[in-house]
């Protein structure tokens, strides 16, 4: 039973550097066809994953801030005919900071959005530019102004731990953030990940990445000014005032089950993976065949769902309650997480015993990846 529904919108109607298919940029959808499709893949996930009422909604994917107002209202209204909506469900829509798309956030709150997440990413030009960004920062914060007009709840994102930054640079953006009053931040450090852009540039020698111990100790700053500031991490990346957390991401967090249609959606229910299309071209072509856009459904075996529910939940500042995944997967604690590294790192105030709970404290954060590596048996992982 689905508590979470993903929607995932994959077009952009303008050209940027961040669709994988140039099929993704468009200047005219067939937005019937579109509504007629959509509701087809959420009317079979219905069947499938029904029984519990909503209690989130996230539109995500290319640009689903320019998606017509009407089509979010009908996609919300079939929803809430087929799995009700729980009290104050929450209903996400990712937006770029454009003006484009900042001048429809009326009609999506009227069509029934509660919370937009913006991907502002800098409040920098000379950033915005090195990310690849489209916006500048004036663009970004009427966007942002915009928002919490439109909005009861508005979250944003910044990237931090960029060339050559420095603490007093990254505590002066982080506090004039901090300043505009949303109650939910979503702050990520830069990543050089293999096979991107970054990864490329590093190579031709275009920059040098911050090194580990100055990225650490942004990290540390952040978490004291956020804290500091009434929003504390509650996951790794993201911090909100108490009661404000993404409900959404929450359920992914705790490895809730949640289902998602759309091109290139992927959702988890009763102990199977789905995997839709990803090539809208395909997915339609699977709606016109079959009622649905899913490209593989895989079960999952319990060892594998306990490895992911360990490694999304150790993320969480509350972290995970370990006799409540061994009764959930049938699977001995001893077996879960391994207990010789569990107490060494416990030693070294890295990690928390609470009872039953496992917390990655304050100064294991800045270490969870290998960390991670180090409590989950590799042949749990594995499996």
């Known amino acids: 039973m689905a508590r979470a529904l993903y929607i995932h919108w994959p077009f952009c109607l303008a050209k940027c550097p961040y669709c994988d298919f140039n099929s993704h940029v468009r200047d005219r959808v067939d937005v019937e066809m579109w509504q007629n499709s959509l509701l087809s893949d959420l009317r079979h996930e219905a069947e499938l994953a029904g029984g519990e009422r909503l ?18 209202a009908k996609l919300l209204e079939e929803a809430e005919r087929l799995w009700g909506f729980a009290p104050g469900i929450e ?19 009227a069509a029934g959005v509660n919370r937009v997440s913006l991907g502002l990413q800098s409040l920098d030009d000379e950033a915005l530019k090195f990310l690849g960004r489209l916006h500048d920062a004036t663009e970004g914060l009427n966007a942002l102004s915009t928002a919490q007009s439109a909005f009861s709840r508005v979250t944003f994102d910044l990237i931090y731990a960029l060339p ?8 002066a953006m982080l506090e004039r953030a901090l300043g505009f009053g949303t109650s939910h931040l979503s702050l990520y450090q830069l990543t050089i990940e293999p ?3 970054f990864a490329t540039m590093v190579r031709q020698g275009n920059f040098t990445p911050l090194d580990d111990d100055a990225a650490a100790d942004l990290f540390t700053l952040t978490r004291e000014l956020t804290a500091a500031a009434g929003l504390p991490a509650y996951e790794i990346s ?37 995997v839709r299309h ?20 895989r079960a999952l075996g319990l060892s594998e ?79």
């Open 55 to 72: 209690e989130s909604i996230f539109f995500g994917g290319g640009t689903p801030s320019l998606m017509p107002p009407q089509l979010v």
């Open 91 to 109: 209903i996400t829509l990712e937006a770029n900071p454009s003006s484009v798309e900042a001048s429809k956030f009326k009609d999506l709150s």
């Open 278 to 297: 990803k090539k809208p071209e395909n997915w339609l072509t699977a709606i016109e065949a079959r009622n649905h856009g899913i490209a593989e459904e």
């Open 195 to 197: 096979g991107t852009r």
């Open 164 to 171: 050559g930054q420095t603490p007093d640079a990254w505590r």
């Open 238 to 274: 993201n911090h909100a005032r108490p009661g404000e957390e993404s409900r959404h991401n929450l359920t992914y967090w705790r490895y809730g089950d949640y289902v998602g249609i759309g091109p290139g959606a992927h959702g988890r229910r009763g102990g199977k993976a789905t």
């Open 305 to 383: 769902q306990a490895s992911e529910a360990l490694l999304m939940g150790l993320r969480l500042a509350e972290g995970i309650d370990l006799p409540v995944l061994s009764a959930r997967f049938g699977i001995a604690p001893e077996a879960l997480i391994d207990r010789r590294r569990l107490d060494f790192y416990a030693a070294q105030g890295l990690v928390s015993q609470q009872g039953g709970r496992i917390i990655v404290s304050e100064a294991g954060m800045p270490l969870l990846d290998a960390l991670l590596g180090e409590l989950v048996p590799a042949e749990l992982v594995s499996v």
